[in-house]
């Protein structure tokens, strides 16, 4: 019975919220403590940055059916969407910022057409560092290794290949 117990709770699907360890901005507001959490901690123009959305009231989930997000810079809208409160994983949003330089983000939330609050909070956005090449950092990092990879084979096989042939 108690190695039920054991892997029932093992098994058992328990709230994870995506920005536990991240950088998240948290306010309250009328009644409500807002939680967005954000991916990056010093996002770029070369990062996916996924935002989560969580609200309470005095320290309990808050019901709500959606969350309407617009991203702006310099006044001008970047960026609007709606998201769905999914039923599993939640709202979440990922997005690659254009340009760099301080945007604004505005996010409401919404229950049955009304809405429950509404804030913003300042992100800044840096431009990309350019790694070895001018490529993104995850093709850089290849080419450098497949580069390594093949002078490695190249210096082995002069050394030991023909010495394997005989």
Known sequence: ????????????????????????????????????????????????????????QEGVHTTFDDVWVRIERKEAVVFATGIYNSEFGGPRLSYRFPTAGSYTIIVRY??????????????????????????????????????????GGVVWGRRWGSKMLH
């Open 110 to 151: 919404e229950n049955d057409g009304e809405t429950l609050v509404e804030t913003t909070f300042p992100l800044v956005v840096t431009s990309a560092s350019s790694g070895p090449f001018p490529l993104p950092s995850e093709l850089s990092w290849g080419l450098i290794g497949l580069l390594l990879g093949a002078w």
């Open 1 to 56: 019975m108690k190695k039920i117990i054991v892997i029932f709770l093992l098994l058992c699907a328990f709230p994870i919220y995506a920005h536990d360890t991240g950088p998240s901005f948290e306010t309250a507001l009328d009644g409500y403590t807002i939680d967005i959490g954000y991916s990056e901690n010093a996002p770029t123009t070369e990062d996916t940055v996924i935002f989560d959305f969580n609200i309470t």
